[in-house]
């Protein structure tokens, strides 16, 4: 296809479903010490959390060098593609649309490269790549698919319970959600990806409550095109909710994953999120 879509690992893509649409994903990396691992690719969701939990550390990331996206652009270039659309995590959350911006001012011959801010993270940023991969393969222009993934910014939310705040604390990720650090004894909070950081939403008392308040946040919104639950290592969790949402919006697709080691990283284990998308009309 003449026009190509990169994404960056936190989209938390299955790699099947990144193969169907064609989308490159280039990876971020975690470390535990001094071993580097890159994201997705030398370590798995369910691996991470293990080691997460047995080692009771705080791991580090670090985003792709400009000079891999310089790379994978000339590979892309090489293959045929006359556009590509770098689609990355909130520049608010990472400076890797930083990278892919400076590789794109040096684009390969022949190639023309842009880039979008997300302005999300995880299966909201996989769900934009999603988006203009569509558009790729119908035969559409950068410009259409970053049309098609910008439409969905407003169009989706992210709410996830965590366990704890001591995650995005200890990482600098934590925003505006610093208000919900007092007083968080035997509390989970809630949060949300607002405006491309992590912003507070509220305060439950037990570990049941937010499933339940993630259920009424999916269920009272209008006009939903689909849901996404992602979790950082409660599989159950995400499975019962799956299955109550299914019960309660029966047309609606739910789809269950994980939220992947670098944004794991932050959230710490045994979170649960829920990601809504409503329907973008063909007026927008």
Not at 105 to 120: A, H, M, N
Not at 223 to 249: P, S, Y
Not at 265 to 272: D, I
């Amino acid at each position: 296809m003449a026009l190509q879509i990169v994404t960056d690992s936190t989209a938390d893509l299955p790699d099947v479903v990144a193969r169907e649409l064609g989308i490159t994903v280039v990876p971020l990396t975690v470390f535990f010490g001094q071993e580097a691992l890159l994201d997705h690719v030398e370590i798995s969701s369910p691996e991470f959390y293990r080691r997460l939990v047995a080692e009771r550390g705080f791991p580090r990331t670090s985003q792709p060098s400009a000079g891999r996206f310089q790379q994978v652009y000339a590979d892309l270039a090489a293959l045929g593609a006359t556009e590509i659309l770098c689609i990355t995590i909130s520049s608010k959350l990472s400076g890797t649309l930083g990278s892919a911006r400076l590789a794109a001012s040096e684009p390969p011959p022949g190639c023309i490269v842009y880039t979008l801010d997300s302005l999300t993270v995880s299966g909201g940023l996989g769900m934009l790549a999603r988006a203009a991969a569509e558009v790729a393969a119908g035969g559409g222009t950068a410009l259409q698919a970053a049309e098609a993934a910008s439409r969905l910014i407003p169009r989706h939310q992210i709410t996830i319970m965590l366990d704890t705040l001591e995650y995005l604390r200890r990482g600098g990720r934590i925003g505006r959600a610093q208000a919900l650090v007092g007083g968080l004894l035997k509390i989970r909070p809630l949060v949300r990806i607002e405006g491309g950081e992590v912003t507070p939403l509220e305060r439950v008392r037990t570990r049941q409550r937010g499933i339940d308040r993630l259920f009424e946040i999916v269920t009272s919104t209008a006009e939903l095109d689909r849901v996404i639950l992602e979790h950082t290592g409660c599989e159950d969790d995400a499975a019962h909710l799956a299955a109550r949402l299914k019960a309660a919006l029966p047309d609606v697709p739910i789809e269950v994953g994980w939220i992947g080691p670098v944004v794991g990283a932050y959230a710490g284990p045994n979170g649960l999120g829920a990601i809504t998308i409503q329907r973008v009309s063909e007026a927008g």
